[in-house]
């Protein structure tokens, strides 16, 4: 069955970076796409970003572009978030997901931005 491990988070001032990693398995991961969601306090879960299959063209919400880059190996069957100049408002636990299984979800990884 389709599982994703999301790794990365932290505890983070404002400006600063993460790198946070999907480990996916129980499918082929380079077939479908990938997206980025997160999920604050007392908020509905939210897209951040998605990456196709094959070309691995991205795609971001507007309150990250410019700030956040997610990439694909589909070698490792992992796909990763670069947050740059984060922001207080970035905290959340971040989430990945699959188009194989868009019901399943990791146990999330928490960011959290000081200011």
């Known amino acids: 069955q389709v599982q994703l491990v999301e790794s990365g988070g932290g505890l983070v001032q404002s400006g600063g970076s993460l790198r946070l990693s999907c480990a996916a398995s129980g499918f082929i991961f380079s077939r479908y796409n990938m997206k980025w969601y997160r999920q604050a306090p007392g908020k509905e879960r939210e897209l951040v970003a998605a990456i196709t299959a094959g070309l691995g063209s991205p795609s971001y919400t507007d309150p990250v572009k410019g700030r956040f880059t997610i990439t694909r190996d589909n070698a490792k069957n992992i796909v990763f978030l670069q947050m740059d100049s984060l922001k207080p408002e970035d905290t959340a636990v971040y989430y990945c997901?699959?188009?194989?299984?868009?019901?399943?979800w990791g146990q999330g990884t928490q960011v959290t931005v000081t200011s």
């Open positions: 997901n699959s188009g194989r299984a868009p019901d399943t």
